[in-house]
């Protein structure tokens, strides 16, 4: 799953992608709880079994979440909490700090999406769509919460990159959509067939410096003579 809090910064705020609030503790401790029933195979996620794992009241997540797809949303955002990215302001934007920006908001990505809990609930949500009934949710759910916000929260980055000279792109929301290509590649697909990949955090950050790199020789703006190129702090 393609999950974040944004912390992305514009100005002096931080954007935290479509209004979205951080849980507090207990709120983020259930939510922990229903990722762990998610996972479990003997499990099934309902109000009621959340209520008994994470010790609570019914009263209490109704209060919270509203009705399961309130739950469902809840925490497929606390899920896509996991990918952070490095904090920016306007304004501080170079090559070398655009680039690790990348590369730390990819490896993020990668290791939220391998993990064993993005792929149970990728799994709950597409068998749910394909059984119909009340779960069908559940997939425009993790649609809106991950690719989508990834894009949403990615965005800031991208237009302070285009502002400052770096990138250079038509529409954004193009220029997200092959960063993504380049960092998912077929890694979920893959995940969800159950393949065994070399996911290792070594793995993961070379994955990612590859990524950036790919998607600057498609979107940096300052061409040399060996292409397209970062422009560094400091050099022209």
């Avoid at 991208?158 to 502002?163: A, K, Q």
């Avoid at 954004?172 to 993504?180: C, G, I, K, L, S």
């Avoid at 159950?194 to 998607?215: E, K």
Wanted: aromatic fraction near 6%.
């Amino acid at each position: 799953m393609d999950l974040a809090v944004g912390n992305i910064q514009a100005g002096d705020n931080a954007a935290e992608g479509a209004g979205e609030k951080t849980p507090t503790p207990r709120q983020q401790a259930v939510l922990d709880a229903a990722l762990g029933l998610i996972v479990d195979p003997k499990a099934a996620l309902t109000m009621s079994s959340l209520a008994r794992a994470a010790s609570c009241s019914k009263e209490s997540l109704y209060k919270w979440f509203g009705d399961r797809d309130g739950l469902l949303t809840a925490t497929v955002r606390w899920q896509a909490a996991k990918v952070r990215g490095r904090p920016v302001r306007r304004g501080e934007l170079d090559g070398e700090l655009l680039k690790e920006s990348l590369e730390r908001f990819a490896a993020d990505w990668l290791t939220v999406i391998s993990g064993e809990t993005s792929v149970a609930l990728n799994r709950l949500a597409i068998g749910e769509a394909a059984g119909g009934g009340t779960g069908r949710n559940l997939g425009r759910i993790v649609a809106d919460n991950g690719p989508l916000a990834m894009g949403r929260r990615l965005t800031p980055l991208l237009e302070m990159g285009r502002e400052a000279g770096l990138l250079a792109f038509d529409e954004v929301t193009e220029a997200f959509r092959d960063f993504f290509g380049l960092v998912v590649r077929d890694v979920q697909i893959r995940l969800l067939l159950g393949d065994r990949l070399d996911l290792s955090p070594a793995s993961i950050r070379a994955d990612a410096a590859r990524a950036t790199r790919q998607f600057m020789a498609l979107y940096g703006a300052h061409q040399g003579p060996d292409g397209p190129a970062l422009k560094m702090k400091g050099k022209e």
